[in-house]
């Protein structure tokens, strides 16, 4: 007995040491391409850096300090994963758009996804050219109407909160109109989340975005070599974030085997529904034809990646224009004289009349740069060693643009904290670095539906705007705190204001 528990010990110190030499000689990975990188802990890097927890500093902020400190280039290691920050808006382009085909891939995020997101090389291309037909001009237009009939939902909600003088989180109000959007325009589930803020579906979305890292994902991040079988175990055990995007996948089979059965929408227009559109990519015909069709899995997983990045990034980005804009009355009256004019001229807000809200698109450009929903999702994986300058990146390593810290660059935009709309004027505009605004990504994987998103926020704001003024209230925080627990920084404690009838 005594000689086992010997050699357990002297295997688990063998094991420690081994795991500590390969450390050791991976965490100088980036240093030899030299690329500065703070000193990181023995096993875990500098996850603990860049992972959220209530009691450290915002982690935009932990980056933007090391950017200031070492350069527009800085390397780290989250856990395994060698990534670099590149705020170089020069080698950004090269990256993003120049050499593109080197940095086709996002990194690994959800192992065994089949969401466009996740997908890699060929096939990534593929599944792409299928999905971006649902945000032409054409389908666009059509989807006009059930948007200007969720915000009229939305409106009459808003006349009750002004008649009644209560303050109210306006983020959460917002994030019911944009799942009802996406809902109608893209899957045609009837979810009607503004008049059911509690409904199932926007529950488990909430819980999946609210989440802290779980100690699996620090697992998952700290060994590289166990993501597929973690992910893979826990998706089986229904476990953690699986456990809320369980819920709402099921929903999806539910809805894609019925209309499966039905052959159709049951009275949806097929031309404007992007769920239709994905199990038309599944069917037999195309697979007899030679072109690509679908898996069960991505139309489901599609679906959902549908519903995701049209429910949490876009109510993100009108919280904070709603926010700026009654911090500054004075912009906000700006903006209801344009869309007056807009409006008396093209007799109503219509799909043409948005493309003439000018300075309305820019207060929603500024605030998305003051705020960028989005701050640590636009990531590139290097497929081949490359090099820039005095810079190698090793091949597999992880390129991270650090959004948040261009659009607060003084030296991009002087007082970056001061609400400035003017900034994106057209001519303002010409004059910055191409990579100088990236709520949206850029280059060959950028987002899909920024259309989309920017004809929703303007659409909102012109039709809110022409009826209420946004005001603060006792419970509106100046500066408003921030929390990123992943990808997305969110308002920490909400937005709190009140309306005030015209």
């Given at each position: 007995?005594?000689?086992?528990?010997?050699?357990?010990?002297?295997?688990?110190?063998?094991?420690?040491?081994?795991?500590?030499?390969?450390?050791?000689?991976?965490?100088?990975?980036?240093?030899?391409?030299?690329?500065?990188?703070?000193?990181?802990?023995?096993?875990?890097?500098?996850?603990?850096?860049?992972?959220?927890?209530?009691?450290?500093?915002?982690?935009?902020?932990?980056?933007?300090?090391?950017?200031?400190?070492?350069?527009?280039?800085?390397?780290?290691?989250?856990?395994?994963?060698?990534?670099?920050?590149?705020?170089?808006?020069?080698?950004?382009?090269?990256?993003?758009?120049?050499?593109?085909?080197?940095?086709?891939?996002?990194?690994?995020?959800?192992?065994?996804?089949?969401?466009?997101?996740?997908?890699?090389?060929?096939?990534?291309?593929?599944?792409?050219?299928?999905?971006?037909?649902?945000?032409?001009?054409?389908?666009?237009?059509?989807?006009?109407?059930?948007?200007?009939?969720?915000?009229?939902?939305?409106?009459?909600?808003?006349?009750?909160?002004?008649?009644?003088?209560?303050?109210?989180?306006i983020y959460v109000t917002l994030q019911c109109l944009t799942m009802d959007v996406i809902d109608r325009c893209a899957i045609t589930l009837g979810l009607q989340c503004i008049n059911n803020p509690e409904n199932e579906i926007l529950e488990?979305?909430?819980?999946?975005?609210?989440?802290?890292?779980?100690?699996?994902?620090?697992?998952?991040?700290?060994?590289?070599?166990?993501?597929?079988?973690?992910?893979?175990?826990?998706?089986?055990?229904?476990?953690?974030?699986?456990?809320?995007?369980?819920?709402?996948?099921?929903?999806?089979?539910?809805?894609?085997?019925?209309?499966?059965?039905?052959?159709?929408?049951?009275?949806?227009?097929?031309?404007?529904?992007?769920?239709?559109?994905?199990?038309?990519?599944?069917?037999?015909?195309?697979?007899?034809?030679?072109?690509?069709?679908?898996?069960?899995?991505?139309?489901?997983?599609?679906?959902?990646?549908?519903?995701?990045?049209?429910?949490?990034?876009?109510?993100?980005?009108?919280?904070?224009?709603?926010?700026?804009?009654?911090?500054?009355?004075?912009?906000?009256?700006?903006?209801?004289?344009?869309?007056?004019?807009?409006?008396?001229?093209?007799?109503?807000?219509?799909?043409?009349?948005?493309?003439?809200?000018?300075?309305?698109?820019?207060?929603?450009?500024?605030?998305?740069?003051?705020?960028?929903?989005?701050?640590?999702?636009?990531?590139?994986?290097?497929?081949?060693?490359?090099?820039?300058?005095?810079?190698?990146f090793p091949a597999k390593s992880e390129v991270e643009v650090p959004v948040w810290s261009i659009h607060n660059d003084p030296t991009l935009y002087p007082?970056?904290?001061?609400?400035?709309?003017?900034?994106?004027?057209?001519?303002?505009?010409?004059?910055?670095?191409?990579?100088?605004?990236?709520?949206?990504?850029?280059?060959?994987?950028?987002?899909?539906?920024?259309?989309?998103?920017?004809?929703?926020?303007?659409?909102?704001?012109?039709?809110?705007?022409?009826?209420?003024?946004?005001?603060?209230?006792?419970?509106?925080?100046?500066?408003?705190?921030?929390?990123?627990?992943?990808?997305?920084?969110?308002?920490?404690?909400?937005?709190?204001?009140?309306?005030?009838?015209?």
């Amino acid at each position: 007995m005594i000689a086992t528990i010997i050699l357990f010990n002297a295997a688990v110190f063998l094991l420690s040491v081994l795991v500590l030499w390969k450390r050791r000689k991976h965490f100088k990975l980036l240093e030899k391409g030299g690329i500065p990188t703070p000193a990181p802990h023995w096993l875990t890097g500098h996850l603990d850096d860049v992972t959220y927890s209530p009691e450290k500093k915002c982690m935009v902020q932990r980056k933007h300090e090391w950017l200031q400190k070492y350069g527009n280039v800085v390397g780290y290691y989250n856990g395994g994963f060698p990534r670099i920050l590149v705020a170089d808006l020069d080698m950004l382009r090269d990256i993003l758009i120049k050499d593109a085909h080197n940095f086709v891939n996002r990194p690994v995020v959800v192992s065994q996804s089949k969401m466009l997101v996740a997908l890699r090389d060929q096939h990534w291309k593929d599944v792409r050219k299928i999905m971006s037909p649902v945000f032409s001009t054409a389908k666009m237009k059509k989807m006009m109407p059930l948007m200007s009939g969720c915000v009229e939902v939305l409106l009459q909600k808003c006349h009750q909160l002004a008649s009644s003088g209560q303050e109210f989180d306006i983020y959460v109000t917002l994030q019911c109109l944009t799942m009802d959007v996406i809902d109608r325009c893209a899957i045609t589930l009837g979810l009607q989340c503004i008049n059911n803020p509690e409904n199932e579906i926007l529950e488990n979305f909430r819980k999946l975005f609210n989440r802290p890292p779980s100690l699996v994902t620090r697992l998952m991040h700290t060994f590289p070599s166990l993501l597929t079988l973690i992910s893979a175990s826990m998706r089986l055990a229904g476990a953690g974030v699986h456990r809320q995007k369980n819920v709402i996948v099921e929903h999806l089979r539910v809805v894609v085997k019925e209309r499966r059965e039905r052959g159709g929408q049951g009275g949806v227009e097929k031309s404007i529904d992007a769920l239709q559109m994905l199990i038309d990519a599944s069917c037999n015909e195309q697979q007899d034809s030679g072109k690509t069709a679908l898996s069960e899995q991505e139309v489901v997983d599609n679906a959902f990646l549908f519903l995701a990045a049209g429910f949490e990034t876009t109510s993100n980005a009108l919280a904070y224009v709603a926010y700026l804009l009654a911090l500054h009355p004075d912009v906000q009256e700006q903006v209801f004289e344009e869309v007056s004019q807009v409006v008396q001229a093209e007799g109503g807000l219509t799909y043409e009349a948005l493309a003439k809200l000018v300075y309305t698109e820019a207060v929603a450009m500024e605030a998305m740069r003051i705020y960028p929903p989005v701050t640590g999702f636009v990531l590139r994986e290097t497929a081949r060693e490359w090099t820039y300058g005095g810079y190698t990146f090793p091949a597999k390593s992880e390129v991270e643009v650090p959004v948040w810290s261009i659009h607060n660059d003084p030296t991009l935009y002087p007082e970056p904290q001061v609400f400035k709309p003017e900034r994106f004027l057209p001519e303002e505009k010409k004059s910055r670095h191409p990579m100088s605004f990236l709520a949206f990504g850029t280059g060959p994987r950028n987002c899909l539906g920024i259309r989309f998103a920017m004809m929703e926020i303007k659409l909102t704001l012109g039709t809110i705007v022409q009826h209420f003024r946004f005001k603060t209230c006792s419970r509106t925080e100046v500066p408003l705190p921030l929390v990123t627990r992943g990808a997305l920084t969110h308002p920490r404690d909400g937005v709190w204001l009140t309306l005030e009838a015209r």
